[in-house]
């Protein structure tokens, strides 16, 4: 299998990624109790893999990610007339990358590997509240063109081949690091983390 003459590959992947509380939350959010569980956005990753050589160790990729946030919210103005509030604050997102990747053969049809990927995320959808009575804060709005990097650590298992190429499951840790607060006119500065995991499916073509 490690001379096998792979070229290219095409993977999805559906998954999770967890960032800071304070990172995606807005004005109205910080004003009420969130658990962290509330920071989690699902993704469905679409991934384009070309290898450099024929034992399929290196490879340059592209990937397309869609992924969507609804958080609940509930709370009580801080003011007299004791106003409350409650409904949903949704936010979507699309990020494109490009990167690379290196697999490495564990055993017969099992593999790691690493990939490596700049990433630039574009907001659909900025906190937009699904209440009809939204809450009395000016709901902040996303920073346009995020750009991250993002780290996997990949294990792969083959579990059907062919004349043509093979079919394969694979589990990916993330770490994701942002240049940018997610929000526009944020005060804080440095370098934000987030992480994940995800759960997909692939084919590569011999």
């Known amino acids: 299998m490690l001379a096998t003459a792979q070229k ?3 993977s999805f992947n559906l998954g999770y990624h967890y960032n800071p509380d304070e990172f995606y939350l807005s004005a109205a959010e910080l004003d009420s109790n969130f658990s962290p569980e509330q920071g989690l956005r699902f993704g469905m990753r679409f991934k384009y893999q070309s290898f450099f050589n024929t034992t399929a ?3 340059w990729h592209l990937q397309a990610e869609y ?3 609804s958080i609940p919210y509930q709370f009580q103005t801080p003011y007299t007339d004791n106003q409350k509030f409650s409904g949903n604050l949704e936010a979507q997102y699309l990020d494109l990358g ?3 990747d290196q697999r490495f053969w564990l055993q017969e049809k099992l593999r790691i590997g690493w990939s490596a990927t700049a990433a630039l995320g574009v907001p ?3 906190d937009t509240t699904t209440s009809n009575r939204p809450p009395p804060y000016p709901l902040r709005r996303a920073t346009h063109y995020l750009p991250y990097l993002e780290l996997n ?3 792969e298992r083959v579990f059907s081949t062919s004349d043509k190429g093979e079919w394969y499951v694979s589990i990916e840790p993330t770490a994701r690091l942002y240049a940018r607060p997610l929000h526009e006119q944020e005060t804080n500065k440095g ?3 987030g992480l994940g995991f995800s759960f997909g499916i692939g084919y590569r073509v011999y």
């Open 153 to 155: 650590a990949v294990l």
């Open 67 to 69: 992924s969507y946030r």
């Open 8 to 10: 290219n590959a095409v």
């Open 57 to 59: 160790q290196w490879a």
């Open 98 to 100: 490009l990167g690379v």
């Open 191 to 193: 370098i934000f983390t």
């Open 124 to 126: 659909f959808q900025s």
